[in-house]
């Protein structure tokens, strides 16, 4: 008797168990991961502005305006400035971008190029970094596996 309800309880628990429960894990084939621009995941930032330029504009002008100021300080303004942006609508947004393309275009065609290949250096020097990781990764599997 004790048996015959011990099995009922376990039939009535195995049916009210959703199916995804038994099911298995996904793999590391079945998941994608979608990246951003540049192959970093996310990428908001880099989401508000319709050129480089505007982005590099954006930059100095924030090193400009925290320069002097503490590491507190400058988190505590960047901040600032990010919750501003998310503050504001499609047409304000694009009004700031129009301001960042408009001192940009402002700027002298030396300091301009200045930043454009400062920009291009860090680029390379991030994408070097990326693929020696790659390596370096690769290197510690092989030193990893039996020998």
């Known amino acids: 008797m004790k048996s015959s309800r011990i099995l009922m309880a376990a039939f009535a628990t195995t049916l009210l168990l959703p199916a995804t429960a038994f099911a298995a894990p996904p793999t590391a084939d079945q998941v994608t991961v979608t990246e951003g621009r540049n192959g970093h995941q996310g990428g908001r930032m880099m989401a508000l502005f319709s050129s480089p330029e505007q982005r590099m504009m954006f930059k100095v002008e ?35 971008r129009q301001g960042l393309q408009a001192r940009w275009n402002a700027m002298p065609v030396a300091q301009r190029t200045k930043l454009a290949q400062k920009m291009e250096r860090h680029a390379e020097k991030h994408q070097q970094r990326a693929q020696n990781q790659g390596q370096y990764q690769d290197d510690q599997q092989d030193m990893n596996a039996p020998q």
């Open 62 to 96: 924030l090193r400009q305006a925290t320069r002097g100021m503490s590491r507190d300080q400058k988190k505590a303004y960047r901040k600032q400035q990010k919750e501003q942006i998310k503050t504001m609508d499609d047409a304000q947004k694009e009004q700031w």
